[in-house]
């Protein structure tokens, strides 16, 4: 067996063009689609042992603009946000904020105890809380053989 060490700068400037290309772009452009072009923010789903938590990163937004609702197992988070209207005495400079509705869907299971469903928003982080099902175990039953 032969080992060859290779010094070649360039092969590595290009084996890493490469990488970053086909890992970390495809990433990239799904962020950016996802939010930008959808309008869907960023989620995270935890699992803990006694339920699921729903994680949506969406500052700027108040309590009261959140819709969350729950039909045939789609849970539904939506806004209706409105633009504010500067007050015609301010001479606006430059408008870089701007909120944007959303309508995000999640499919649930009949592991998922739907009549305890909490949310909570707090520190542009809306929180669901999704507890699960407690399930009774059958003891094991004995059967004669007759």
């Known amino acids: 067996m032969t080992l060859v060490k290779v010094n070649n700068q360039f092969s590595r400037s290009i084996d890493g ?4 290309l086909f890992t970390e772009l495809p990433a ?3 962020k950016s689609l996802r939010e930008d072009v959808l309008h869907f923010p960023p989620a ?7 339920s699921y938590e729903v994680e949506l990163a969406v500052p700027g937004y108040d309590k009261t603009d959140f819709s969350i609702s729950l039909g045939s197992k789609v849970l539904t988070i939506s806004t209706l946000k409105t633009e504010r209207v500067p007050v015609e005495t ?6 870089e ?10 499919t649930i299971d009949d592991k998922i105890d739907s009549d305890n469903i909490r949310a909570k928003y707090e520190n542009g982080i809306l ?4 507890p699960k099902k407690e399930i009774t175990k059958t003891g094991a ?3 004669t053989v007759l």
């Open 17 to 20: 063009l490469m990488k970053d």
């Open 28 to 30: 990239a452009a799904g």
């Open 44 to 50: 995270n789903i935890i699992e803990k042992e006694a």
């Open 90 to 95: 301010d001479k606006l400079i430059r408008r």
């Open 97 to 106: 904020f701007s909120t944007k509705s959303f309508k995000r869907s999640f």
């Open 127 to 130: 929180k669901l809380e999704l």
């Open 141 to 143: 039953k004995e059967i």
